[in-house]
């Protein structure tokens, strides 16, 4: 059963493309929407005054939809407060498992009953927006595996691209370390350890476009970032790593990132690779 507009407030990020598709699906459809101004690792309780702003958005609210911003006390406390609070999100997290099949994207089309007749009503292009939800669950390779044409594909990328432009864009500076990255890397057991020297900023998104360039299907590739942020894609062994060393997974289980911090630091690339290769 779709949501009541009327009584509903979405909660979204800005943070990446897929988000950014949903709050302007949610702008046309009239949805009353609070865009959270928080980067990627958001967490509900970040989110100031935010029992206050819910109310002054929408008074008639009494369910609130929260995309990808997890934070179970503040949930409950919301529940408290009289609403009733719908979970969009498809990660798995230090200490919460929200991992779906579907992305985002697509559950949010599904709660607030956005079909493809609807999508064109509102002004987008069914086969695009769905592609982006493609992408967010299992990136460009996705495109091929739900059947897209070639053409399709590049249309959707290019789309992809356009939305990733008003966030800022890749970076000439990431593509460039990315390829440099690539070209020094090591090859361990099947892996692909990218090493990248910048800590101003983060190449994970450029490297990944650099790898659908390159590759009919993805390589497993542990990227290590400058600033000690850890993204291992493609493997299997996504799970076990986030057992063993907390993090969250991704990319429907296959992907595994660790966000370092001094309580916690992160695992050795060694120590990594071990568990990847069940040891």
Known sequence: MALNVKETVLLVPRNDEESLQIGKIAEAAGIPTLVSRQPH????????????????????A????????????????????GFSVVIIDHHRYDDLDRMKEKSSLEQFLEIFDIDDEKLVELGFEPLLVRGVGMIDRGFLWELKKEGLSADDQKRVREYYLGLLNELGGLEKEAVKEAKRAWDAREERNGVAVIRSLRDDFQIREAFSFLMADLFETPPQCLIVEGNGRISFQDTEAAKALHDVFGGYTFGKDRCWGFWPTDENPAPSVEEILRVAAGK
């Open 41 to 60: 690792g958001a967490r509900l309780a970040q989110e100031e005054n935010l029992l206050e702003r819910l109310r002054s958005l929408n008074a008639e």
């Open 62 to 81: 009494n369910t609130v939809a929260i995309v990808e911003i997890p934070g179970v006390k503040e949930e409950k406390m919301l529940e408290a407060e």
